[in-house]
């Protein structure tokens, strides 16, 4: 017998399904959605400070923007933003805003701020309905509208000034989602505006252990935490024994791979991952297929604006007309609150599937290391990590790389975090390391073969105190535990302001 809830959520699932094919996918749809779009912003615009400053009212088209309009970073829109939270009005965009989205990387700078407009919070929820179209789509026996959810964000907002409230945009998200989501979804909106940590996981646990959990999302350290809290809860030895049929495992902010074996290791089966490429400034990269092979492919949200500039040669700005696939770009995006040209300093790499224009997440600009020219991506780096882990069969949680020197040459050192009382044999440890990375990066063997790079070096670190450092930071909301650091100094600064008690194991 049909109730009218099964009516609804049947018309729901076949919605969720069919709305992403109705996406703009190919490369050509895509050029033309373009041209809309800075036809739509620019209107949008108009009064505003930042349309007189950048003489929008000359710019008459998608090319013209392109060539014509520069792309800034983030210090300067900083000004503009610096107005709308003073309260001045029709500065970066007409319409009203009551929040800002705070940055929260892994430089240790104060956090940025991003004003959303209305204009802007409907992007982020329409992009979030691009997602759950396209899972529904990759996992057909998963109804999103039944389905238990697991979703981990920050709070709502962490302060207010001077009429807006200031937080995260995981957190801000959680207070506009629709009713026919939000009650499956887990924790609640009162749980998430917890402010202690301890309490709010204990309350997340003993509102989520009860319920068919298919899918988790959020950032994988924090979720990892909250997998262990509901073993240590239980008293069950895998996660699989609470919430049998979870499958899906939705991330954002880092890459995967460094995290898969571990989260898999705990639930007691393989997931299937899928990555979302979203930041503070915007929802760029909306899932193409499931991570696999080491692997990410994403389809570009087509409701913002693009432009990119070459990695390598002439840096000139260039349209979506003018990319070549295989070719790494800095990745410049606009977007509803007047952002209208901003600089990501992500680098991407497009290709065609099918008919579809879908890019890879390659880094981003100023990571990796280049001590001797050697140019090792981020890439690399984890590759050369996760191989090591799998063939010295110790159980590392988490790596630093920095530079350091060694009988007078320019060396790579690895801080390794491992569990207390780990077996660990740091000299072979370090030739293996140096060995993979010479397999991996061409670069790097050439230095090791001329003696410009001395042999990579390892120190090992209790993980117990990275945990320590990630519980001190995790009301950030998307605090992500850095990995690479550019000098010696930087690292040693590090060190001593988050893990100066931390030593090192022998």
């Not at 009860?210 to 996660?239: C, H, M, N, R, W």
């Not at 990796?368 to 159980?395: F, P, Q, R």
Request: with cysteine; net charge neutral.
């Amino acid at each position: 017998m049909f109730t009218v809830n099964t009516v609804v959520h049947s018309l729901g699932r076949k919605y969720l399904q069919t709305y992403g094919n109705r996406m703009t996918t190919s490369h050509q749809d895509l050029l033309e959605k373009q041209e809309k779009n800075f036809t739509n912003f620019k209107r949008a615009m108009i009064g505003t400070r930042l349309y007189k400053d950048l003489r929008l009212s000359y710019i008459n088209s998608y090319e013209e923007f392109v060539n014509h309009v520069p792309a800034f970073e983030y210090d300067e829109y900083a000004p503009y933003i610096d107005m709308i939270a003073a309260g001045h009005k029709d500065i970066l965009f007409k319409d009203k805003a009551d929040y800002f989205g705070l940055t929260s990387g892994t430089s240790g700078k104060d956090s940025k701020r991003v004003p959303y407009n209305e204009r802007m919070i409907r992007m982020f929820i329409k992009s979030q309905k691009r997602i759950a179209s396209k899972i529904s789509t990759l996992e057909p026996e998963i109804n999103l509208l039944q389905a238990g959810r697991l979703t981990f964000g920050s709070d709502p907002y962490l302060y207010t000034h001077n009429g807006f409230k200031f937080g995260y945009i995981s957190g801000i998200l959680s207070t506009r989602m629709p009713k026919v989501l939000a009650k499956n979804t887990f924790p609640s909106r009162e749980v998430l505006a917890i402010s202690n940590w301890d309490k709010k996981i204990e309350m997340l646990v003993n509102e989520s252990i009860q319920q068919d959990i298919q899918v988790v999302s959020g950032i994988p350290t924090y979720l990892i935490s909250i997998f262990e809290a509901v073993l240590e809860k239980t008293g069950k030895q895998y996660i699989n024994e609470i919430w049998p049929h979870l499958q899906v495992f939705i991330y954002a902010a880092t890459p995967i791979k460094q995290y898969q074996e571990r989260i898999n290791r705990l639930v007691g089966h393989d997931l299937n991952y899928y990555g979302v490429y979203a930041s503070t400034e915007a929802a760029i990269g909306l899932p193409y297929e499931r991570f696999q092979n080491g692997r990410q492919r994403y389809f570009l949200n087509p409701d913002l604006l693009y432009s990119f500039t070459p990695v390598n040669g002439k840096k000139q700005n260039l349209g979506l007309h003018q990319i070549e696939m295989g070719v790494p770009y800095f990745l410049n995006v606009g977007t509803p609150n007047g952002m209208i040209h901003y600089c990501m300093k992500d680098v991407v790499s497009f290709d065609l599937v099918d008919g579809d224009l879908v890019f890879e997440f390659v880094g981003r600009k100023s990571t990796g290391m280049n001590l001797a020219a050697e140019k090792v991506s981020d890439d690399d780096i984890l590759n050369c990590y996760l191989n090591t882990k799998n063939v010295s069969n110790v159980d590392f949680r988490h790596y630093f790389l920095s530079p350091s020197t060694e009988n007078g040459k320019t060396t790579y050192l690895w801080t390794l975090f491992v569990p207390e009382n780990s077996k660990v044999d740091t000299e072979n440890l370090a030739n293996t390391l140096d060995q993979e990375m010479q397999r991996l990066n061409l670069d790097y063997r050439d230095c090791r073969e001329v003696g410009v790079l001395g042999p990579a070096q390892v120190q090992i670190m209790n993980a117990e105190y990275l945990q320590t450092y990630f519980e001190n930071n995790r009301s950030r909301g998307q605090f992500k535990l850095k990995t690479t650091f550019e000098t010696a100094e930087e690292y040693l600064n590090f060190i001593r302001q988050n893990l100066e008690q931390a030593g090192t194991l022998q």
